[in-house]
């Protein structure tokens, strides 16, 4: 009897984790929608507003009118990592960190080791991960998430592009993940600053890129003239950019959330299907035994 005590007990357990997961992937699913139509109502603007920026700024001469736009020897690296705040969602996480890693060991291998490689980090596994190893962890940003909007996630881009401006760094990159379904999450490594020519960005093998915006020629009427419309425009844009990279990162989040629990759920449910079965054998076994057990006794008394 103690084989089935046994089993009862992590069927009870079992039941116990599915109801959990099954609970979460409810709210995860739940949340995603509101996540996957903010990026989904966002992506067009920003996909168009980043096209007539390229098509501006690639015409202006790359002077100190444009700062946002001057190509420097990438000597000077910051990295900007989103994550999540929490886990149990898949490889949601580690792949992003993954990234990081790969980037700064291949990529970015000698501003590494000369120390010249700064990392943000929003989402505190991502914090938590890099500190502990002693990575230079400029700012963490964990907070975001906890109201995401664009007035909250503006501060950050300026400080962005304050920081290139002055020269502190010569590159900045935003590693994502970016929302294709619920099931399927894209890896992305963008070039945030200097603002990408028109076409495809230049990335490490084996990135995905962000779609790349095809060549056009820049034919609108300016008012008052082209340089200070750019001006104008490279904040808004560069701000917009940081606001739909997060919050293509909180939609796959949720995506990759509600994924895991399902799996789990699934699992859970196989699992208890073979605890089931092993403890009907164990009953079976258990019965057996005891029938076997009072027909000998009976024959022994006969005897």
Known sequence: MAGLKEVRIRIASV??????????????????????????KLRPYAAKLREILQNLSASVDNSGDN???QERKPEKILLVVVASNRGLCGAFNSNVIKMALN???????????????????????????????????????????DRLTFDNTSPLAE??????????????????????NAAVQ?????????????????????????????????????????ETIVRELIPKSLRIQLFKAILDSNASEHGARMTAMQKA???????????????????????????????????????
């Open 15 to 40: 039941k116990s984790t599915q109801q959990i997961t099954n609970a979460m992937k409810m709210v995860a699913a739940s949340k995603l929608r509101k996540a996957q139509t903010a990026i989904i």
């Open 67 to 69: 700062p946002f736009s």
């Open 103 to 145: 980037l700064t060991a291949t990529t970015y291998e000698r501003q590494f080791s000369q120390g010249n490689v700064g990392l943000i980090t929003i989402g505190r596994k991502a914090s938590e991960f890099f500190r502990k190893r002693r990575f230079n962890v400029v700012e963490s940003h964990d907070d975001l998430f």
């Open 159 to 180: 400080k962005l592009m304050k920081a290139f401006a002055a020269k502190e760094y010569d590159r900045i990159d935003l590693i994502y993940n970016q929302f294709k």
């Open 186 to 226: 894209r890896l992305i490594v963008e070039q945030y600053l200097p603002i990408v020519p028109p076409g495809e960005p230049v990335l490490p093998a084996g990135t995905a890129a962000a779609p790349p915006v095809a060549k056009a020629e820049a034919d609108y009427i300016f008012e008052p003239d082209r």
């Open 265 to 303: 759920t699934e699992n859970a449910k196989d699992l208890l299907r073979e605890l089931n079965i092993s403890y009907n054998k164990a009953r079976q076994n258990s019965i057996t035994n005891a029938i076997l057990e009072i027909v000998s006794g009976a024959e022994a008394l006969k005897g």
